[in-house]
């Protein structure tokens, strides 16, 4: 129990720290605190709060929340290792501890080297990442996963789909990345026209790439309905894949929203920031739903889940659980 709500728990908090980083970059705060992993030469956690205005404010409060998470994140591979029999989902724990890592030395380059555009996309990029691997822990530990795994469901199209579907929102999302590391946020200062035309009447680099992030919703937006549309019509009674499919669908209408919203009041941080965060809860519905119609295939995923979502620890072989017998050779317990 007490594992469940703690990889939520975690899960959650990097939502909020991609929010922070989207206020970072929204308000153009990047480089307010120039110096790393210190802050004006004082430890990190010793800065004074009075000292904590303009854009200190929000540099600063997105690298305590990131070292936060980082903290909370291994202490998840830790209590993994300890407890989950499962040795694909401890590793995971241990990608998600390398990940947030590598996260938070990309952000000190990010500021070490004045805001360089690819490693400011490559930091965000990651983030995304790190949400999906703590947001697939939670599902793995969850009391649902190990529900499911006894009527998996075995659907071909639906895994196409799901899959195509998550990998077009991540490209999706580091579009949007580009466009807001290369300032091209209001390149195109109209909506839903481009200068008052469906096809921008003239062009340059900002302009083609939010263009481009413009068409890349709209295919983003085809894919889930069409996802979500072929979950309702085959899978209605099925809780476990309805209940995202819904959320995905409400996640959407959010975000092509706050996506207008933030062309329309000029890129308010508040908004802008809210549409970036929104957009990775859009990419983590997605990845559960294509775990779940993955579950059939994943088979094996599944057993052990019990002990884990308990937090009681491994289990132990029972005696004679490698010795052959009327079934057959066995390992009872083994780590899956």
């Known amino acids: 129990m007490a594992l469940r709500l703690y990889t939520r728990f975690v899960a959650f908090s990097t939502a909020v720290l991609i929010f922070a980083g989207g206020l970072v970059t929204s308000t153009g705060s990047g480089l307010s605190v120039p110096d790393w992993p210190n802050t004006y030469g004082w430890f990190m956690f010793t ?29 998840l591979a830790v209590w993994l290792w300890r407890v989950e029999p499962r040795r694909w989902v401890r590793r995971l724990g241990y990608i998600a501890l390398a990940a947030v890592i590598t996260q938070g030395l990309l952000g000190g380059i990010t500021v070490l080297w004045y805001l360089p555009d690819p490693i400011s996309i490559a930091h965000a990029g990651l983030a995304q990442i790190v949400f999906c691997l703590t947001t697939a822990i939670a599902l793995f530990t969850s009391r649902s996963w190990a ?12 895994r196409r789909l799901t899959v195509v579907t998550t990998a077009w929102i991540y490209v999706q999302i580091l579009i949007g990345a580009v466009m807001r590391h290369t300032d091209a946020g209001l390149a195109i200062p109209d909506f839903p026209l481009a200068f008052g035309q469906l096809i921008p009447p003239q062009w340059d680099p900002k302009i083609a790439i939010h263009f481009a992030h413009r068409v890349g919703a ?13 979950v309702f019509y085959h899978h209605r009674r099925d809780g476990a894949l309805v209940r995202p499919s819904a959320l995905l669908l409400l996640l959407l209408a959010a975000q092509i929203t706050l996506g207008a919203l933030t062309v329309l009041t000029a890129r308010h941080y508040v908004i802008n920031s809210l549409h970036v965060v929104t957009g990775a809860s859009v990419l983590v519905t997605s990845l559960v739903l294509t775990l779940r119609a993955h579950q059939s295939r994943l088979g094996a995923l599944g057993a052990g889940t019990a002990a ?15 010795e052959g017998g009327p079934a057959g050779p066995t390992r009872t317990g083994a780590r899956a």
Do not use: C
């Open 308 to 322: 884990a979502s308990i937090g009681v620890g491994r289990v132990p072989p029972e005696r004679g659980a490698f």
């Open 147 to 158: 529900s499911a795994a006894s009527q998996p469901v075995d659907d071909s199209m639906l």
């Open 218 to 230: 709209l295919v983003a937006s085809a894919l889930i309905l069409a996802t979500a549309g072929h």
């Open 47 to 75: 800065f004074p709060l009075e000292k904590m205005v303009g854009g200190i404010r929000y540099e600063h409060s997105h690298r305590l929340i990131a070292s936060t998470v980082g903290f909370l994140i291994l202490v």
